[in-house]
């Protein structure tokens, strides 16, 4: 099975016409290759995360759209949230159970946005009793 890469074409030129606030395209991360992105995002105002920067990097497989991309924080500043772990893992339905052909990266970056934008503590996920997936 081969990449979609229109769809990845569409989805990158989305991304960078019209990013979710907060979000931008890394470019030097897509000059390479189509299947990974990283996207800077900063932390939305009134929220626990204002004024901070964060990274996320997007890996698509052979199988997207019909598969989520995978997708976690990176970088050294990995926010401390009970759905994110401290490796950048990222606890969200729609990158699990929940995805759908239908979604885009602009959909997953809203979820991601919605799930900080929510929290209330800065708490980390504990590995022994882990939470429910985030769910939007």
């Not at 992105?37 to 920067?53: N, Q």
């Amino acid at each position: 099975v081969k990449v979609d890469i229109k769809r990845l074409q569409k989805e990158l030129l989305a991304l960078q016409n019209d990013p979710p606030p907060g979000m931008t395209l890394n470019e030097k991360s897509v000059q390479n290759t189509i299947t990974q992105w990283i996207v800077d995002m900063e932390g939305a105002p009134g929220t626990l995360y204002e004024g901070e920067k964060f990274q996320l990097l997007f890996k698509f497989s052979s199988r997207y759209p019909f598969d989520s991309p995978q997708v976690m924080f990176t970088g050294e500043n990995i926010p401390v949230h009970p759905h994110v772990y401290s490796n950048g893992h990222i606890c969200l339905s729609i990158l699990t159970e929940d995805w759908s052909p239908a979604l885009s990266v602009q959909s997953v970056c809203l979820s991601i946005i919605s799930m900080l934008s929510s929290c209330k503590e800065k708490v980390r996920m504990n590995k022994s009793t882990p939470t429910l997936p985030f769910r939007i």
